[in-house]
């Protein structure tokens, strides 16, 4: 069974760091792609990047790039999701999600449960 | 890139069928059969309900289907249900690596 187990959630202050995580299991990690989505409140999604971690390649939405750095690590089939100075305007639910279909970097598949980002002073 | 355009919300009777549509552009929907559709129940996690504009996940009921014409792609809901009320989301493919979704449909079962 495919899973996406994300951590959990993050309160921070605006210029902090973070790293959220999104493990996996039930198959073979290396040869899918993973998607983050960003949900803020009451609002709808977006896409953020993706990853295909066999060769660390991305693809990044140009609304998030420089913004967020997504990396992956294949000895413990995990995937982050990570800033490096937050803002208030990051608060929001963020997704992992795996790809599948004949584009796997074109379709979110398979999704974690979430992880709320809270971003105030 | 900008977003999908979807209408904001839509609505129908049970045992109706209701359309939702998802406009874009020769460089999203029109120039790739990437589309796909997601629903979303409140406080939960999306799920994939059609891929590649026209196909079904296993599980999915085939009171929901998908089609393209142009620039434009569409869900239809079939024989609604009360379960059926919930947010819908279309994406597509963008070119490249990319990935772009649309604003979303509250969709009301009334």
């Known amino acids: 069974e495919v899973q996406l187990v994300q951590s959990g959630t993050e309160v921070r202050k605006p210029g902090e760091s973070l790293k959220i995580s999104c493990k996996v299991s039930g198959y073979d990690f290396s040869i899918y792609w993973i998607h983050w989505v960003r949900q803020m409140p009451g609002k709808g999604l977006e896409w953020v990047g993706n990853i295909y971690p066999a060769d660390s390649k991305t693809g990044y939405n140009p609304s998030f790039q420089g913004q967020v750095t997504i990396s992956a690590d294949r000895s413990t089939s995990t995937a982050y999701l990570q800033w490096s100075s937050l803002e208030a305007s990051d608060t929001a639910i963020y997704y992992c999600s795996r790809g599948d279909g004949n584009c796997g970097s074109c379709t979110p598949w398979y999704w974690g449960q979430g992880t709320l980002v809270s971003v105030s002073s | 890139q900008s977003a999908l355009t979807q209408p904001p919300s839509a609505s129908g009777s049970p045992g109706q069928s209701v359309t939702i549509s998802c406009t874009g552009t020769h460089r999203n929907v029109g120039g790739y059969n990437y589309v796909s559709w997601y629903q979303q129940h409140p406080d939960k996690a999306p799920k994939l309900i059609i891929f590649e504009v026209i196909k079904r996940p296993s599980g999915v009921p085939d009171r929901f289907s998908g089609s393209k014409s142009g620039n434009t792609a569409s869900l239809t809901v079939s024989g609604l249900q009360a379960e059926d009320e919930a947010d819908y989301y279309c994406?597509?493919?963008?070119?490249?690596?990319?990935?772009?979704f649309g604003g979303g449909t509250k969709l009301t079962v009334l």
């Open positions: 994406s597509s493919h963008a070119g490249g690596n990319n990935v772009v």
